[in-house]
């Protein structure tokens, strides 16, 4: 991508930039992680957790997103709130993993809308078939824990292991069939409706970022190009998406007509509008917060002495 970029076109598409439109599309940002927010209050409901606690957390993760490879902002969040709480992190984490099928949902939907008709290339069409079956294997995943939630609980209590790895499967299995069997109906429309609505403000911003750039793609071009960086990125890689984000964002831009040059540039600066603000608000959300990583760390290794003095008496 670096070989493709001209210095001379991106400072003047730079120096053409439509500021107005940048910082909308930053405003527009906070929308989906509010979304976000809410959502995961409603799963983790029976913990009657605040708002304010939750968004800080959902911060703190774009924030470790951005520095730790494999989505590990996910983890954080999730020990934070576990930590809070005073629950098992397993608990909590079931919960991310319907927000992640959830938002996976709506992105594929939005293949089907934006993305039919259009060559796709092999990376695509193999990212795209990878996410379509992570999904499906999940949610059948799922089914088959609600359909047998009871009789699964029962094998589970019924076991009493000595090795403590063996321990540790059972009381996270129990925790997983527990959160499994909370869910509804209900909860997975909620959900499913949330991820819908973050993905079209996600779009707007996105559109925004492509006008003030003046790249002149419609709405539902933009919805197309967003869908492709979402496929390409959505399974868990580089800190923050670091590479495959421009090497994807190149991709839909060149099937709209866009020179690779341009869109190189593109992808560079978008990238830092997209991720940047986010992970500045995340530190500013760890300094608030009474969180921190030293304190986990030392809280793990607390809990994993505790565990060891407790095999060996």
Do not use: K
């Amino acid at each position: 991508m670096l070989s493709r970029l001209r210095f001379s076109e991106l400072r003047r598409d730079i120096d053409g930039t439509t500021w107005w439109l940048i910082a909308l599309a930053i405003l527009l940002q906070i929308i989906p992680r509010v979304l976000e927010t809410l959502r995961w209050q409603y799963l983790l409901r029976p913990l009657r957790l605040r708002f304010r606690q939750l968004f800080q957390a959902v911060y703190v993760g774009t924030l470790y997103s951005g520095i730790l490879p494999f989505s590990g902002g996910d983890v954080v969040r999730g020990f934070i709130v576990a930590r809070r709480a005073g629950v098992s992190a397993v608990r909590v984490l079931s919960t991310e993993v319907v927000e992640r099928v959830a938002d996976a949902i709506a992105i594929i939907l939005v293949v089907w809308f934006t993305l039919r008709g259009l060559m796709l290339t092999f990376a695509l069409r193999l990212a795209l078939g990878f996410l379509e079956v992570g999904v499906g294997l999940i949610v059948i995943f799922g089914i088959v824990l609600v359909v047998q939630s009871v009789n699964l609980r029962n094998r589970f209590e019924a076991w009493h292991p000595i090795r403590r790895t063996s321990r540790l499967l059972r009381s996270s299995a129990l925790e997983v069939i527990r959160t499994v069997a909370l869910l509804s109906l209900r909860a997975m429309l909620v959900a499913l409706s949330a991820a819908v609505g973050a993905v079209i403000v996600n779009i707007a911003s996105y559109w925004c970022i492509l006008r003030a750039y003046h790249l002149n793609l419609s709405l539902l071009q933009a919805a197309a190009l967003f869908a492709i960086v979402m496929i390409g990125t959505f399974l868990p890689n580089t800190p923050g998406n670091l590479g495959s984000w421009q090497f994807f964002c190149v991709i839909g831009l060149q099937a709209f007509g866009v020179s690779a040059a341009r869109a190189a540039g593109f992808s560079l600066v978008a990238f830092v509008i997209w991720t940047l603000p986010p992970i500045l608000a995340g530190f500013f959300a760890l300094f608030t917060s009474p969180f921190s990583w030293s304190e986990l760390r030392g809280r793990r290794n607390t809990a994993d002495g505790s565990a060891r003095q407790e095999m060996s008496g």
